[in-house]
DNA sequence: CAGTCGCGTACAT
DNA sequence: TACGCGACTG
């Protein structure tokens, strides 16, 4: 909800902004806006209760592209306390998700996929184990990479919340879909986020959207948009935006909480007011202005000061604070100083290929990742395996992980590091101690006092298994895809080159070798190996896939296939002269928080435009 | 007309 | 969480 017809009224105040702009800052995330949308991608799953994690893709997808471009996240959650305040809006929610699950379930025994999707998404709640999974991924993404991913559980709504990072100058932006952020006081808030891309409004702009007001103040915002209906008070009836907007400047100087009762009297005559209605008022302001949020610092505290004798019994509906308040560092509170403190030696640039008129641009290369894989990892003994050890984040109670704790040794170090592994990984189970591993992935915490080396992604020195990373994107669909041929564009025979990622690089370890080649060769020898574009027929469907070859020393070879939603748009031009050239973009150690290892980017250079999917597409290539 | 209200629709891959 | 649309009203 946030404050009705509020965006479209603020125009004038808004500007767009694009990742390149804001290398170097502080960006808090309203992860509930995020997480809504990544839900898009796998409602149904969700909501049949099958295992799905598809929308920490999304929400990952995202973070990582603020870490390229050197932007701290700071990702906000919604607490899990309900607000008093809210009640009512709380209410009416879960009303319609309700109601969204009746005709989710009738439309799914209709086998109509497409509304049942959509409903399963206006049914879709985002629960404490999707938050968990998130916080989790972003543990590990964060030892990846040595780099902060903070977090901060609200305890009411996230939006107060995020308004105090704004306040304090922790945050720089606040990237969220809700107006209310703005009624807030947050300092600069930024709209329709895209993945690299939106549109910002700053507060000291906000009077530019008001110019009927002759003496515009923040106060006077807070008013309109109280007024023209919030969460905590729906507006009075024929009372919107504009009507707001002309009570307050009707009201000049005069003072609002007295008035309030009279706005018939400066507005016309078709508005009447209850008589609960001022004391509402009053309380919808304040609760945008006291409401409780976690105070980094202090521990529970309201957004701001409460004034001289109240406290906050005074404002129970806006949320009291809770017990126990955690007092913590909010700087990167669960990750040790020397895991923060490394250099940061990556250096990552993003273009993304901008422009939204089809033209193509030159594909940039951005710096390439540093090579982790050079370094050689450890290897460790684990000497013992401990209790179980439940643990709470200090910051952010709504998480619990389960950890078994043990005793490691190093290669290099003759000390005992006390160790925790995930319960959930079996695998520390399967030997008895001692035996060696090769750690990929760790980071330390403390908990109960104790400083513990967190080791999240492991592999047993002498693998008894074989594991690989797989990926079972081979599979394909039983879509009929129809090869368009090109339409309208025969005309333009300028070269457009765009960047293709290369799928399927991690399915055996000879494609990794041949990427780790061509990477070699490239900066060792300054030789670029040759690409080809083979179609392969898969099924007997006549189904293609475009199988990526590079050309080694024993012939092509494959290293994996073009996304099988290109493959529409690729196969057509494919040995003819419309296809000038394919070519290595990029070849680089990736990791991330699902995968990691070698990756190709591919561009492909042909005359005419490409289709708007291909460039669209292309947009979210790294 | 300008403004408000209520509904249906999109968001991702 | 918006948005856009058509409908209603002074
Ligand atoms: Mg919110």
Not at 436 to 446: A, E, G, K, V
């Amino acid at each position: 909800m946030g404050i009705k017809d509020l965006l479209p009224a603020l125009v004038n105040s808004t500007q767009p902004i694009t990742i390149e702009e804001m290398v170097g800052t502080v960006v808090a995330i309203d992860a509930s806006s995020w997480l809504h949308r990544g839900i898009y991608s796998c409602a149904k799953e969700l909501f049949l209760g099958q295992k799905t994690d598809s929308y920490i893709k999304f929400f990952m997808d995202r973070i990582e592209l603020l870490l390229r471009n050197r932007i701290t996240p700071l990702v906000v959650f919604d607490g899990p306390s309900p607000l008093p305040a809210k009640a009512q809006v709380a209410a009416e929610r879960r009303e319609k998700r309700t109601i969204a699950k009746q005709l989710a379930w009738i439309s799914l025994r209709q086998g109509d996929e497409n509304r049942a999707r959509q409903h399963c998404c206006s049914a879709a709640e985002i629960t404490p184990d999707m938050v968990n999974n998130i916080i989790k991924s972003s543990i590990v993404l964060q030892a990846l990479k040595d780099k902060g991913v903070d977090f901060v559980v609200a305890p009411y709504e996230a939006d107060p919340q995020l308004a105090l990072m704004s306040l304090s100058r922790t945050a720089d932006y606040i990237i969220t879909e809700d107006t209310n952020l703005l009624v807030y006081g947050a300092k600069q808030v930024i709209y329709n986020w895209e993945g690299d891309r939106g549109q910002l409004i700053c507060q000291h702009l906000l009077y530019r959207s008001f110019p009927d007001l002759p003496d515009f103040t923040f106060q006077k915002f807070q008013y309109i948009c109280i007024l023209a209906g919030c969460d905590y008070l729906k507006s009075l009836p024929n009372m919107g935006i504009e009507g707001a907007k002309n009570f307050v400047k009707a009201l000049g100087d005069r003072d609002i909480f007295m008035q309030v009762k009279n706005i018939g009297l400066f507005v016309g005559g078709h508005i009447t007011v209850p008589p609960e209605y001022p004391d509402n008022f009053k309380m919808a302001l304040n609760t945008f202005t006291y409401q409780t949020v976690y105070n980094p610092d202090k521990g529970y505290t309201p957004l701001h000061e409460y004034p001289p004798g109240l406290s906050a019994a005074d404002f129970t509906y806006a949320g009291l604070p809770l017990p126990d308040a955690p007092v913590a560092d909010l700087s990167r509170t669960w990750v040790s100083e020397d895991v923060l403190n490394k250099t940061d030696q990556t250096d990552f640039t993003f273009k993304g290929t901008s422009s939204s008129d089809d033209e193509s641009t030159e594909s940039t290369h951005s710096t390439p990742y540093n090579l982790r894989s050079q370094q050689q990892k450890p290897i460790s003994t684990v000497l013992s395996i401990g209790e179980d050890l439940k643990w709470t984040p200090p910051s952010f109670p709504v998480m619990t992980i389960d950890f078994i704790t043990g005793t490691l040794s190093s290669e290099h170090s003759q000390t005992h590091t006390q160790c925790l592994f995930e319960a959930s990984d079996r695998r520390v189970l399967l030997y008895t101690p001692p035996f060696d591993i090769i750690i990929q992935r760790s980071c330390t915490i403390t908990a109960q006092n104790t400083s513990y080396l967190v080791v999240w992604e492991w592999g047993f020195h002498e693998p008894p298994i074989n594991f690989e990373a797989h990926r079972n994107d081979t599979e394909s669909e039983d879509e009929s895809d129809m090869f368009e041929l090109d339409s309208d564009s025969e005309d333009d025979d300028r070269d457009h080159v765009l960047p293709f990622e290369v799928m399927g690089v991690a399915h055996s370890r000879r494609r990794q070798e041949v990427l780790e080649w061509a990477h070699d060769e490239m900066v060792e020898r300054n030789s670029t190996p040759q690409v080809e574009l083979i179609p392969e027929r898969i099924n007997p469907l006549d189904e293609i896939a475009i199988a990526v070859c590079i050309n080694t020393a024993r012939g092509p070879e494959t290293v994996g296939y073009i996304a099988k939603e290109m493959t529409q748009y690729v196969h057509p031009i494919i040995n003819t002269n419309r296809l000038t050239c394919a070519r290595i973009g990029r070849i680089a150690f990736r990791t991330t928080y699902e995968n990691y290892g070698w990756f190709m980017k591919l561009l492909i250079t042909r005359k005419g435009t490409w289709d708007r999917a291909v460039i669209r597409q292309s947009r979210h290539i790294m």
